[in-house]
C-alpha cells in the first residue's frame, strides 16, 4: 500500500511538470504567454471495457476539440493492477497558447515566421501524440480481465492526476461500462449485473473511504452497462446503475453531464 502510495505522489509531482508537447517560446527564446490552460480535457479509460467502432470515434472526435492553442489533454488508463494493468498516464501534453498582436510587433520579422511555424507544427505534433495515444488505450482494453477496480482508481486519479492541474476548467470524459466488482463492492450477482441499491453501495463506498474529489470537473461517461453482442441488460437494472453513479459524483464535488448507456447522445463541452 505505502509503496502504491509512493508511486501514485511521483506520478502527480512529475505530472505537474509534465507537458508532452515541446513549446516554441522556449525553442526561440520567445517570452511568452505564461497563463495555466485554459480548458483540459481528462480521457479516463477503464481497461476491462471494449468500445465498438462508433464510440471510439465518438472519442476521437471530442477529443480534437481539445487539441488547440490553450487547451490540455491528458490520457489515463485503469484497473485493477492486475495482469500488467494499472494506472498509467498514456499522454499529457498542452498546447501553448497564441502571441497576443500587440506582444508580435516587438518581434522580428525573421523570428515571427519561425514561431508561426513553430506553433503550426506543434499542433500537427500533439494531434499525432495524443491520437497515438489514444488508439493504444482504447485498443489495450479487455474485457476478460478478472476485476474492475473503478471507485479506488477514480478516488486515486482524482487526487493525483485532475486536482494537481492548474487548468481553469477541467473535463472528465470517462470510459468505462461502470461496471464494479472489486474487494469495495461487486455490482455482479451470479456472473451478471445486479439491481443496485443505492444506498447501500453508497454506504460501503463511504465507509471505504475512496470517495474522490473531483474539484467541480465537468464528468462525461460514455460505455455505462455496455455488454457484449449477444447480452442484453434489462432497463431496471441500468437504470439503478445510473442513480448509484449519479449519487457517486454528487458526494464527489463534479458536476455530472451525462451518462451514456452506452452511448453519449451530447457532445463534451
Known amino acids: ?6 508511486i501514485f505522489l511521483t506520478l502527480a509531482t512529475l505530472l505537474l511538470a509534465r507537458n508532452d508537447v515541446p513549446s516554441c517560446y522556449n525553442a526561440l527564446k520567445i517570452d511568452g504567454p505564461k497563463e495555466p490552460a ?20 465518438y472519442t476521437y472526435k471530442n477529443m480534437m476539440k481539445f487539441i488547440k492553442n490553450g487547451y490540455g489533454v491528458t ?23 497564441l502571441l497576443p498582436n500587440s506582444a508580435k510587433h516587438e518581434i522580428a520579422k525573421k523570428i515571427l515566421r519561425k514561431y508561426q511555424g513553430c506553433m503550426n507544427g506543434q499542433y500537427r505534433y500533439a494531434k499525432k ?8 488505450v482504447l485498443k489495450g482494453a479487455n ?21 494537481p492541474s492548474d487548468s481553469n476548467e477541467k473535463v472528465v470524459l470517462l470510459v468505462s461500462d461502470m461496471m464494479e466488482h ?20 453508497m454506504d460501503r463506498v463511504k465507509k471505504s473511504g475512496f470517495m474522490a474529489d473531483f474539484g467541480a470537473a465537468k464528468v462525461y461517461v460514455i460505455g455505462a452497462g455496455m455488454v457484449g453482442k449477444n447480452s442484453y441488460r434489462e ?18 464535488n463534479a458536476q455530472l453531464k451525462a451518462i451514456g448507456t452506452p452511448m453519449l447522445l451530447e457532445d463534451i463541452e
Open 75 to 97: 490520457i489515463a488508463s485503469f484497473s485493477a493492477n492486475s495482469n500488467g494493468k494499472y494506472t498509467d498516464v498514456a499522454y499529457s501534453g498542452k498546447l501553448e497558447a
Open 235 to 252: 432497463s431496471k437494472t441500468l437504470k439503478a446503475l445510473t442513480k448509484f453513479w449519479e449519487a457517486y459524483f454528487a458526494a464527489s
Open 38 to 57: 485554459r480548458k483540459e480535457l481528462f480521457i479516463l479509460v477503464d481497461q476491462t471495457t471494449v468500445l465498438d467502432k462508433n464510440m471510439m470515434i
Open 129 to 136: 501524440k495524443a491520437t497515438k495515444a489514444l488508439v493504444r
Open 182 to 201: 472489486s474487494s469495495i463492492t461487486s455490482f455482479y450477482s451470479k456472473g451478471s449485473l445486479k439491481k443496485v441499491n443505492v444506498s447501500r453501495e
Open 1 to 6: 500500500m505505502k509503496k502504491l502510495l509512493f
Open 143 to 163: 474485457k476478460k480481465l478478472p476485476h474492475s477496480d473503478i471507485i479506488k482508481s477514480l478516488n486515486d486519479i482524482s487526487k493525483y492526476i485532475i486536482q
